[in-house]
């Protein structure tokens, strides 16, 4: 568990710097499928994975700006840091014991939904697996090479 | 671990129902980034998982056809079965105790590499998820709704 957020963490480290290397324009401009923005992809990774976890599975009081109030590379490498600082401690604090505790969600209709923290936990890691999918192709769409999503070989296993 | 293989064999058959579904020009029509293509990726998440399950961790022979000799719907849904049925054994019998056991690979450059088999197991899950996010956007493209990605609501969880 730890290690695919360790990887996620890296992926995503690496994807700010390949942001940072485009003209900024293209970090906002519309394309075809997912949230349609590169950037808003990045801030909406940070965004969901704090949310579950800091939000949902701690039940902390949190607060997640609208993309508009962090709408640059530098404020969304920021928010995302935010996050992780407490994000991180949680995963790092994991135990097979909490797999089946139960959070209660309360969905956009207002309904409650039970989900097993274990449930949760894998559902932000496949999250942001999934959008760095999306990001990898309209990199190609720019002509970029994109950020590789190879797990080996990243020194994640010493 | 089990339940994200899981995960990635529930989105896989959705997405082999969803390929049923659309014109078959469209799965082997050239696209940007990823493998380019529609039905080939689906294959090649079926042959990377296999290759590394079954011929590196394993250490089985094993046979994996080129693209050509399984080039339809069909043919790639009955490889995929295939590959699925010596596939799951192995994960649905994982231990911890295997984390840290040795694979060596051979890359294609004829290098051995030392693997140890959490890691290959954990880069096969990314492996998928990453390209499925491809063929996310590759649907907006065709003007289809893709498969779910979410985790979340699956059932995985009982």
Redo the contacts between chains.
Sequence with gaps: MI??FE?NWQVRKDWFGWCGEINPDELLKK????LGYILPTLYHIAAVEYGWICGGIQGKEIYIPPFDEVASLKQVIDFSNRCHEEVAPFVYGWSDSFENRVMIDITDDGEEEA??W???M??V???E??????L??????IGEA?VS????GRG??G
């Design positions: 290690k695919l990887y394309r075809t499928g997912g989900h097993a274990g449930e949760v894998r559902h890691i496949v999250h697996i999934h959008h760095i999918g999306q990898s192709v309209w990199a190609r769409e994109p999503a190879n797990l080996i994640l296993f």
